[in-house]
T-cell receptor, first 115, second 114 residues
Framework: DTGVSQDPRHKITKRGQNVTFRCDPI?????LYWYRQTLGQGPEFLTY????????KSRLLSDRFSAERPKGSFSTLEIQRTEQGDSAMYLC?????????????FGQGTRLTVV | GDSVTQMEGPVTLSEEAFLTINCTYT??????LFWYVQYPGEGLQLLLK?????DKGSNKGFEATYRKETTSFHLEKGSVQVSDSAVYFC?????????????FGKGTKLSVKP
């Protein structure tokens, strides 16, 4: 397994357009997380899945954001009607379980620029 | 809510200098604590972790001790190398019920000069 992979690595879009990102977690990991990271800040939690169930959403996840994880494997994060404030690095992470200290493995992220 | 505060950078050191990056946390329960590192052009990687009070995490010469009395998890290394130049993030994870997501500090950029 090559780790967590995200696609695309970079995305430039015009304001108002919809964008979709994909994350492929490590295959046996049942937890999948989405984070957003802006310049000079640490990653901020957006949402997570346990298998195919979306168990928590941050208040940062506005109605324009939707995430899915069909069949508990890969996940997609869609942003509708993008705004300039959506420009950020979107990180995906996966872990085997939520035991104390369970390591989350991160992908390299998708950098979104909204112009 | 839970939060993590770490010293602001950037931090610039000469090779073989001693490194300390301070990290304190606020949490209602008993979190696990982590240091993640992000090397230039790469994704976040776990550097070390501690899951209960007085635990010491260590890896690649870096150490951090979980201090419940001071709610701290300071990162230290006795002799830094140029290859340690990266951004370091302190994080906590509250594992209760269906939780488990990480809460990160803002990151500290370390530059080590030869």
């Amino acid at each position: 397994d090559t780790g967590v992979s995200q696609d695309p690595r970079h995305k430039i879009t015009k304001r108002g357009q919809n964008v979709t990102f994909r994350c492929d977690p490590i295959s046996e990991h049942n937890r999948l997380y989405w984070y957003r990271q802006t310049l000079g800040q640490g990653p901020e939690f957006l949402t997570y899945f346990q298998n195919e169930a979306q168990l928590e959403k941050s208040r940062l996840l506005s109605d324009r954001f939707s995430a899915e994880r069909p069949k508990g494997s890969f996940s997609t994060l869609e942003i509708q009607r993008t705004e300039q404030g959506d420009s950020a690095m979107y990180l995906c992470a996966s872990s085997l379980q939520a035991a104390p200290g369970a390591e989350a493995f991160f992908g390299q992220g998708t950098r979104l620029t909204v112009v | 809510g839970d939060s993590v505060t770490q010293m602001e950078g950037p931090v610039t050191l000469s090779e073989e200098a001693f490194l300390t990056i301070n990290c304190t946390y606020t949490a209602t329960g008993y979190p696990s604590l982590f240091w993640y590192v992000q090397y230039p052009g790469e994704g976040l990687q776990l550097l070390l972790k501690a899951t209960k009070a007085d635990d010491k995490g260590s890896n690649k010469g870096f150490e951090a001790t979980y201090r419940k009395e001071t709610t701290s998890f300071h990162l230290e290394k006795g002799s830094v190398q140029v290859s340690d130049s990266a951004v370091y993030f302190c994080a906590l994870s509250e594992v209760s019920g269906s939780q488990g997501n990480l809460i990160f500090g803002k990151g500290t950029k370390l530059s080590v000069k030869p």
